[in-house]
């Protein structure tokens, strides 16, 4: 069974291009996992970009889908766990909801924020306080880590028992080579790309002031040691060089 990814690439005059990036659902140790694959084009280790971000996400204590990053032949794969299917016979454990589904938007609608994904979970959520504390340091995260991909359809909501509850995060990857702002929007300034525009709107996420500036100094001097981390997780140096023109100045 294999689909094709699609990520949209803003250029700098403010036309969209389609890449596609191969994947396939395998089997691999007694778990259902997305397998994305290396393309013959690209001119970084975009695999290792992934899971090294993955795993970032997860040490900045971000609820993260699981990955790890095989070698097929020549190439590499990257693996991400499912969250949606239980062990075999991988039958569905929950609902599943993307972001854009939960607003009622399209896929042509430049609609669609942060503040918008929090109202659903306080009227929906299971646990909308936890999870709106959640949704808030995902996005100061995307923020930093320059994820500029994060649309609508790379949230999700999952339905388990009487409510909905955030999904694992998934898809968070640097985009050095898309326009400087965000996919939806982040606080008053719509989605320009910068932790003061997060902070604008904490309310929605059940934060006070405070708090929410507590999260976003936390979120920046765990991952000032970013380039460190990559290494660590087997990304090269030009890799590196190429995704800091992606992450957020303040981490410099």
């Known amino acids: 069974m294999t689909s094709d990814v699609y990520v949209h690439v803003r250029r700098e005059d403010g036309a969209t291009d389609l890449v596609t990036r191969p994947k396939a659902v395998i ?3 007694g778990a259902l996992w997305i397998a994305k694959f ?7 280790d975009q695999c290792g970009a992934e899971h090294a971000t993955m795993r970032l996400t997860s040490r900045c204590g971000i609820d993260a889908a699981e990955t790890r990053v095989l070698a097929v032949g020549p190439r590499k794969v990257v693996l ?13 454990t929950c609902h599943y909801m993307s972001g854009l589904t939960a607003l009622g938007l399209d896929e042509t609608s430049d609609s669609g924020s942060y ?16 999870d709106r504390h959640e949704l808030f340091r995902r996005m100061v995260f995307n923020v930093l880590c320059g994820n500029r991909d994060d649309h609508l359809k790379n949230h999700a909501f999952l339905r388990c028992g009487d409510g909905w509850r ?3 995060a998934f898809d968070v990857v640097p985009q050095p080579d898309m326009d400087p702002q965000q996919a939806i929007g982040v606080g008053r300034s719509g989605s320009y790309p910068t932790t003061g525009n997060c902070l604008t709107r904490v309310e929605d996420f059940d934060l006070s002031p405070d708090e929410a500036r507590d999260i976003v100094a936390t979120l920046a001097i765990r991952m000032r040691s970013w380039r460190a981390d990559f290494v660590a997780d087997g990304v090269d140096d030009a890799t590196v060089e190429r995704l800091a023109r992606a992450f957020s100045k303040d981490l410099d």
């Open 27 to 29: 089997e691999y140790e």
């Open 80 to 92: 991400v766990k499912r969250f949606d299917r239980d062990a075999a016979p991988y039958h569905p």
């Open 38 to 44: 290396q393309r013959r084009d690209d001119t970084y």
């Open 166 to 168: 955030l999904s694992q």
């Open 115 to 130: 503040p918008d994904l929090a109202m659903f979970l306080l009227r929906h959520g299971a646990r909308h306080v936890s």
